[in-house]
């Protein structure tokens, strides 16, 4: 039975606004993060979920919650950023995913590390959820092993692919799991 997940990513943080990676690091939408996020919530009033997951990190929760406050969320650590270790809160340019997919991050994740705690999630709705509809609200690198174990595709492609390169954001990215 397929099971229907709808990812989105968390608005613009103050950290994102300062050119710095935030990784396991708590820190609050800004202005723009929080216009994001309500905007989000009016292009995607249409759909409907039959759960939905955030991280346990803050802005994704603020994010969810601002864009559909009419949602029970389930905070799950598994949707975590990955850890950067010793650059959480850093300058961005010190993290460099192609250098990170199998080598972790000083005292943080590889990730492939992400990639594993994101498999066990997937397991888990598919055995607890299945042929539902999944919200997701969470970050880079949990939706960049998404694509990898949905679609079958090495970390590599799915880093050349990433929206983020390509500059083709939208309102929510869907998957199917089966």
Known sequence: MQTKIIYFVHGTTYDNASDKCSGWKQVELNELGKE?????????????????????????IDSADIAWPEYEKLQDKRLRECNYGDYDGEDKKLVVYEEHINKPFPNGESLKDVENRISDFINYIKKEYPGK?????????????????????????ALEKDWRKTKSWQPGWEYIIE
């Open 133 to 157: 509809t999944i919200a997701i609200v969470a970050h880079r690198a949990p939706q960049l092993a998404i694509e990898v174990l949905t679609k079958g595709i090495t970390l590599e492609q």
């Open 36 to 60: 994001q996020a309500k905007n989000l919530g009016n292009v995607t009033k249409e759909l409907k979920f039959d759960v939905m997951f955030t991280s346990d990190l803050i802005r994704a």
